[in-house]
C-alpha cells in the first residue's frame, strides 16, 4: 500500500478496529500501522500470519485478539485487552459486517438476530466500551462503516441495508450524546469494494459492468481506496467534523 498524506497525531495513538484482518479491515489496519498507530483488531479467524506480514511490512505490529463480536462480553474485554496494551482507545472503527444475501419470506427469528447481532449491535456496544477511556483522553474519534446500499435501496439483503440505516441513525445521535466531551463520531459509507470475498460470492462480469455504468468514476474500488477518507476521520484535521456520513462509492449516490 502506498499513502501519500501522512497524519503526525496518528503516530501513537491507540486504535481499534473490528475485523481488522481481512478484507476492508486488513487495508484499514496497515493503513493506520503506517501512520505510527497502535492497532488492535478483532477477528474470528486466526490472524497471526497477517500480523506477521504487517510488521514485515511495517515495522509495526498490530495486537489480534480472537474475537466474535456478536459476544458482548468478549467485545468488551477485547477493548480493555487493547487499552491495556496500548493505552486508553483514542480511534475505533467499527468495521465488522456481514452482507449475507436473503430471501425476506425466508428469514426467521434466528438469521434476524444473527445478522443485527453483527451488523448493528456490535457497533453499539463497541462504543460503548471505549467512550469511558475517550472521555479520559479529553477526546476521540469514532468511525462506523456503512454502506451506500441502503440509499440504493437494494433488494437481495434486507437486513444487511436495515443495520445501514440504522448505523447512520446511531452515529448522528451519538454524535450529538457525546460531542460535548469531544467525541466524534462519523460514519463511513463505501460502495462496491471489491475483496475476495465479494469476487468470490457475489461479483459477476454483466453485474460489475451495470455498477460501474451508475458510477461518475469508472475504476472499481479496492480495499485501499476507503483508507484515506478513514484516516481523515481519525485525524485532527477532522477535529470540527461530527455526525457526517462520508461517501467513498466513485460517485454512485450523491448526498447533501
Known amino acids: 500500500m502506498t499513502l501519500s498524506a501522512c497524519f503526525p497525531d496518528l503516530e501513537g495513538a491507540s486504535v481499534f478496529i473490528t475485523g481488522g484482518g481481512s478484507g476492508i479491515g486488513a487495508s484499514l489496519t496497515e493503513g493506520f500501522l503506517r501512520q505510527g498507530a497502535k492497532v488492535a483488531f478483532v477477528q474470528r479467524s ?16 498490530p495486537l489480534f485478539i480472537r474475537c466474535d463480536i456478536t459476544d458482548t462480553g ?43 447481532a453483527i451488523n448493528l449491535k456490535a457497533y453499539f456496544f463497541a462504543i460503548q466500551a471505549v467512550v469511558p477511556g475517550m ?14 446500499s441502503y440509499m440504493m435501496g437494494n433488494a437481495g439483503y434486507t437486513l444487511y441495508t436495515t443495520a445501514n440505516s440504522g448505523i447512520n441513525g446511531m452515529t448522528r445521535s451519538l454524535a450529538r450524546e457525546f460531542g ?35 458510477q461518475c468514476l469508472k475504476d472499481t474500488l479496492g480495499p485501499e481506496d476507503v483508507v484515506g477518507g478513514t484516516l481523515f476521520l481519525a485525524s485532527d484535521i477532522s477535529k ?13 449516490v450523491v448526498t447533501g
Open 46 to 61: 486466526d490472524s497471526a500470519a497477517f500480523c506477521d506480514e504487517m510488521e514485515a511490512a511495517t515495522g509495526n505490529r
Open 74 to 116: 468478549a467485545l468488551k474485554a477485547a477493548v480493555d485487552q487493547a487499552a491495556e496494551a496500548h493505552g486508553p482507545v483514542r480511534v475505533l472503527v467499527n468495521n465488522a459486517a456481514n452482507d449475507k444475501r436473503h430471501d425476506v419470506m425466508e428469514v426467521d427469528e434466528a438469521f434476524w438476530g444473527w445478522s443485527m
Open 135 to 148: 472521555k479520559a483522553l479529553g477526546g476521540g474519534s469514532i468511525i462506523n462503516f456503512s454502506s451506500i
Open 180 to 214: 460535548p466531551d469531544r467525541i466524534r463520531v462519523n460514519a463511513l459509507a463505501p460502495g462496491w469494494v471489491l475483496t475476495q470475498k465479494q469476487k468470490d460470492l457475489w461479483v459477476t462480469p454483466e453485474g460489475l459492468a451495470k455498477h460501474l455504468d451508475r
Open 240 to 252: 470540527m467534523m461530527t455526525g457526517q456520513a462520508l461517501v467513498i462509492d466513485g460517485g454512485v
